[in-house]
């Protein structure tokens, strides 16, 4: 079964940048992946931020953006906020098995 | 504007079935797909299964193959998501998010279900 890693955690100073992975255990990460990205709050619905690697939906920030970086999916942050402390989770397509989340990479804002 | 309504919290015993609904307004139903996903306590995202709205072509999770069935009532513009063999492990948030074309954008409020004897 595929198994899709992210950082544990990363810690961002406000005004700082930081970029997040998401790699699939079958191999590198393309667009054929689908890759979407979330956001999620304590005690909140995931929200959505991210979709086919670098498209960015109407409510996200100008700060967040997509890409695929060596054979990984990747999420930046730039000029990162103090609301952007979260736990982000990636998501990954594959024709065999449908959909698989990452593990998850809790953001926090020092 | 896009809406999904879910059903209420549900307590169950180990053994039993749940089943869980969203309910679809504002848009036209039979053109997304919807999703079940689902988070344990402490624990991370995990997707369960979809269904094409419109044609009914569903494809589940690997780790979930046998216990969950999704459905979908198209003159009511609900989908249920259906959970048998309930066990301690199945204790979770399950939400419903809409998709298409590898688009995920809105969800629903999430459903609390608790298994415990």
């Known amino acids: 079964q595929t198994v899709v890693t992210q950082e544990p955690s990363v810690t961002v100073s406000p005004g700082g940048t930081v970029i997040l992975t998401c790699a699939s255990s079958?191999?590198?990460?393309?667009?054929?992946?689908?890759p979407n990205w979330f956001q999620q709050k304590p005690g909140q619905a995931p929200r959505p931020l991210i979709y086919s690697t670098s498209n960015k939906h109407s409510w996200t920030p100008a700060r967040f953006s997509g890409s695929l970086l060596g054979g990984k999916a990747a999420l930046t942050l730039s000029g990162v906020q103090p609301e952007d402390e979260a736990e982000y989770y990636c998501l990954l397509y594959s024709s065999g098995t449908g959909y698989v989340f990452g593990t998850g990479t809790k953001v926090t804002v020092l | 504007q896009v809406q999904f309504v879910q059903s209420g919290a549900e307590v169950k015993k180990p053994g039993a079935a749940v089943r869980v609904s969203c309910r679809a307004s504002?848009?036209?139903?039979?053109?997304?797909?919807i999703h079940w996903l689902r988070q344990a306590p402490g624990q991370r995202l995990e997707w369960m299964g979809w269904?094409?709205?419109?044609?009914?072509?569903?494809k589940y999770s690997q780790n979930l193959q046998g216990r969950v069935i999704i459905t979908r009532d198209t003159s009511a513009n609900t989908v249920y998501m259906e959970l048998s063999g309930l066990r301690s492990e199945d204790t979770a948030m399950y939400y419903c998010v809409r998709e298409r074309a590898g688009t995920f954008d809105y969800g629903g409020q999430g459903t609390l279900v608790t298994v415990s004897s």
């Open positions: 504002g848009y036209t139903f039979k053109t997304y797909a």
């Open positions: 079958t191999g590198a990460v393309t667009s054929g992946h689908r």
């Open positions: 269904i094409n709205a419109g044609n009914g072509d569903i």
